[in-house]
């Protein structure tokens, strides 16, 4: 079983989760209204990566024989300035994650509660990824910057994101 704090702790982990889901799927309406589909379903795929996230949690903390509280969910920023505004967002959200990771490694280690060291290192590993992928498309939009052409080529290549992600 977990502990009370480590309970609670996945339980926050578990909103944190489904505000990154609702972050990147209110990115996807964004790059919609702006007639980027490449980009709004890569982060279509993006949003449900991030549901999966909330439901390792979820499944995690039943299996421990605890139990699930659900939170009340923010409303997500709606609009950005710029593609390129929308990454490097996103590229700061999943740095704020790996934080979160982090903490919850080292709350683990301190209540010596091994079963969620091993549990959690899925998502040190997956952080890793999450920030790569995001700082992979800043540069690439830095790199075509305002040209449309640019833009237009990389809306295409963003479309090529398989249902696995990356
Ligand atoms: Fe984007 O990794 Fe979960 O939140």
Redesign the pocket.
Known sequence: MLSKKMEKAFNDQIN??LQ?YYLYLSMSVWFTSQNLEGFAGWMKI?AQ??MA?AMKFFDQIHERGNAVKLQAMDTPKATWKSPLEAFEAAYKH?QY?TGRINNLVKAATQENDYASNSFLQWFVD??VE?EASAMAVVDKLKMVSDHPGGLYMLDREMAGRGAGGE
Do not use: T, V, W
Request: proline share 0%; charged share 50%.
């Open positions: 944190a989760e990154s993006q990566e991030e996230h999943e994650i997956e952080q999450e």
